[in-house]
């Protein structure tokens, strides 16, 4: 079984950045790693979950149109941690972000963490 323990939410006034931190209870070997897709996923309260960035172990990570050119996802294969970096923040990204990883028919969500916007 894994957890994901998101951490770097917080309140921060438009313009400026967050970083986001999410943490794999298990670490992955190289080869396993190829099998792993993890994302960034947001929610406002009544609306659905959202994607807003995904990263794979080779190939470009993908974004949402909303957040592109502003958010960066990484990861630091070592620590097993997933980043997402957001900068030029606007009220509109209010929202829960979860951390998601998916192998196979597996699917691990984090327990959220809160980003407020203020104008």
């Known amino acids: 079984q894994v957890q994901l323990v998101e951490s770097g939410g917080g309140s921060v006034q438009a313009g400026g950045s967050l970083r986001l931190s999410c943490e794999a209870s298990v670490s992955v070997n190289s080869i396993d790693d190829m099998a792993w897709y993890r994302a960034w996923y947001r929610q406002v309260p009544g609306n659905q979950r959202e994607l807003v960035a995904s990263i794979k172990r080779f190939g470009s990570p993908m974004y949402a149109e909303r957040v592109k050119d502003r958010f960066t996802i990484s990861r630091d294969m070592p620590k097993n941690t997933m980043y997402l970096q957001m900068n030029s923040l606007k009220p509109e990204d209010t929202s829960v972000y979860f951390c998601?990883?998916?192998?196979?028919?597996?699917?691990?969500w984090g327990q959220g963490t809160q980003v407020t916007v203020s104008s």
């Open positions: 998601y990883a998916r192998k196979g028919a597996s699917n691990y």
